[in-house]
């Protein structure tokens, strides 16, 4: 196929070109992979700049996504590609074999570095994915940081730079220019644009907020090495429509459900003014999984406490007369009972594991495609394949949900996407989703929802 690029395409391509490490902040559905895939090209057969390119992605991206994309298109099917997956055995073998870019899954870039050490023999890296660099205490952001000066170039691309708040961007924008535009140390970059915002009784400061104007002040620093695009300025998509389906539990699991998160509560230190981050994220995915229906106990075994929102989802999938659907679950215990419902059906259900998959499911071979949004939030291209998701079991990571909406809701699609929740009334499902309607500061107001909920509790007991 010919690729014609759009004119913002054109730019980006000519910015990689000039700029030898340059951050490309593009949306979903803007085309980072070809855009990339093309610059490559010019800057090693045309321009003989680059030898040896490494792509740095998310495991489902680096299995199948750049070598599909790489083969789609007339000028890049002359790159050769070596997936560096599998064992060390097989990711040894892949290094030694001859090619132009070679592709590797994030959780091994520790390891990549330890393997060369000193004789790092990549002159151009790409990150697909750089927010999943952005703690700079993070063993990856560590390992990569120590081999910059053996990187001639450096692209990052990524549709949500700062999901979390724009202190994300220091370790990115870090690997880019050294601490050049945004201080050396993260300390110091604190320090300048942030001030304390929440403080524990011993004064501990446990969470820090921008200083006024700290947005523009930053964005200005790294202007000339990072391009912001949005989706919606460069591209005509159908809309994208969010469906509540409210799943009222019966009066036992509804018991069961108040009974737990009481119990839990309870079993909380009294003197624990601040709920810490383990304590909530657990007491949270405790709610989420009686939400759906199954709870772990502390051997890990599942306990099915209730099947209403497996009946709601069922009664939805009917409900859409055949039309495929990519379902995201939470919990393994989530999949295991989906799976053991749908088999008693006629539908043709398959969990997303493979490039296979993903070509099957753009052929509309698949019914109803499996999937958890950490292992396929990113780079997957499922618009061809369904316009309706099911979320099964909710996550308040924001980024991961618009990431993993953004597999039907993206260029190529044609229908309005829809996306469908299950939502059990009166349960921590609700909290979640006015969380992520919320869209900013969200692991915050989670948190706040979560500390208010047991305060009524703590204080319906005192009566």
């Known amino acids: 196929m010919e690729f014609i690029p759009h ?17 490309l902040f593009l949306d979903m559905g803007l085309g980072k992979t070809v855009t990339t895939l093309t610059a490559v090209r010019e800057l090693k057969y045309n321009r003989f700049q680059v030898h040896k390119v490494l792509v740095i992605a998310p495991k489902k991206v680096a299995e199948g996504t750049w070598s599909r994309e790489k083969d789609k298109w007339d000028h890049t099917k002359i790159l050769r590609v070596s997936p560096v997956l599998g064992s060390q055995i097989k990711r040894i073998r892949a290094l030694n074999t001859p090619a132009d870019i070679y592709i590797i899954n994030r959780e091994n870039v520790v390891w990549l570095v330890d393997h060369y050490r000193n004789a790092w023999p990549f002159d151009m890296v790409v990150i697909d994915e750089s927010s999943s660099f952005k703690s700079h205490n993070a063993k990856r952001f560590k390992a990569l940081a120590s081999v910059s000066g053996h990187i001639d170039r450096l692209v990052e691309l990524t549709g949500t730079p700062s999901p979390n708040g724009l202190n994300d961007l220091w370790a990115q924008v870090f690997l880019l220019d050294g601490g050049e535009r945004l201080e050396r140390k993260y300390t110091r970059f604190r320090e300048r644009y942030f001030q304390p915002d929440k403080r524990g ?45 409210p799943v009222i539990l019966d009066a036992k699991a509804a018991k069961a459900y108040r009974e737990l998160e009481r119990q839990m509560v309870l079993d909380l230190p009294e003197e624990e003014e601040e709920i810490s981050v383990t304590s909530a994220a657990a007491l949270s995915n405790k709610l989420l999984q009686l939400a759906n229906g199954a709870v772990y106990d502390e051997e890990h075994n599942v306990h099915e406490v209730h099947g209403c929102k497996i009946e709601a989802f069922l009664e939805l999938v009917e409900s859409l007369q055949g039309k495929p659907v990519l379902v995201f679950y939470n919990f393994q215990s989530d999949r295991e009972r989906l799976l053991r419902a749908l088999a008693k059906t006629s539908l043709r259900v398959r969990e997303l594991k493979t490039p296979q998959d993903e070509d099957d499911w753009n052929a509309k071979k698949i019914d109803i495609l499996l999937t958890h949004p950490a292992s396929s939030a990113y780079g997957l291209n499922l618009q061809q394949g369904g316009n309706h998701v099911i979320w099964f079991g909710l996550t308040w990571n924001y980024e991961l949900y618009t990431q993993a909406n953004k597999r039907l809701h993206r260029q190529g699609q044609t229908e309005k996407v829809i996306i469908h929740h299950l939502v059990c009334a009166g349960t921590r499902d609700e909290d979640v989703m006015q969380a992520l309607s919320r869209k900013e500061d969200v692991q915050n107001w989670v948190m706040e929802s979560l500390k208010a909920r047991i305060k009524a509790i703590r204080e319906e007991e005192r009566k």
């Open 7 to 23: 004119a913002y395409q054109q730019h980006c391509i000519n910015r990689i070109i000039e700029i030898k490490k340059l951050g």
């Open 201 to 245: 009784y011993d004064g501990m400061v446990y969470s820090y907020e921008p200083k006024p104007g700290t947005e523009q002040a930053i964005l200005d620093r790294i202007s000339d090495i990072c391009i912001s695009m949005k989706a919606e300025d460069y591209l005509q998509l159908p809309d994208l429509i969010y469906h509540e389906v």
